[in-house]
């Protein structure tokens, strides 16, 4: 939910961007994802590489934290940082999508 009010404050050229706790939150958030990520293959004993739902989560998360830097920080331009926000959405909801359906490619399950 941060990721996406913080891409409305970033559209709409919010001083609300500035803020401290606004700067750090992000990087615990990415940081408690990424290990909630490995942590739960390890208790399933379905690790990536080996299992191709849990290796196209891992590669999506990386891909959505990526999105979301160029999207909130290292964007070049507003029309780029824009993009990279929806597409950072459009992986999030891939993500939940792997999840649920535990298949790579949840549309066809």
Do not use: E, N
């Amino acid at each position: 939910m941060l990721f996406f009010v913080r891409g409305v404050w970033m559209m709409r050229g919010s001083a609300s961007l500035q803020r401290c706790w606004v700067k750090i939150v992000p990087h615990a958030v990415d940081t408690l994802l990424l290990a909630s990520a490995v942590a739960m293959a390890v208790m399933i004993h379905q690790y990536p590489f080996v299992a191709p739902w849990i290796t196209a989560k891992v590669l999506a998360l990386i891909a959505y934290i990526g999105l979301g830097m160029i999207a909130l920080k290292c964007g070049k331009t507003r029309h780029v940082r824009i993009a990279a926000w929806f597409a950072a959405q459009a992986v999030f909801f891939y993500i939940v999508a792997v999840a649920l359906t535990r298949s790579p490619l949840p549309w066809a399950s």
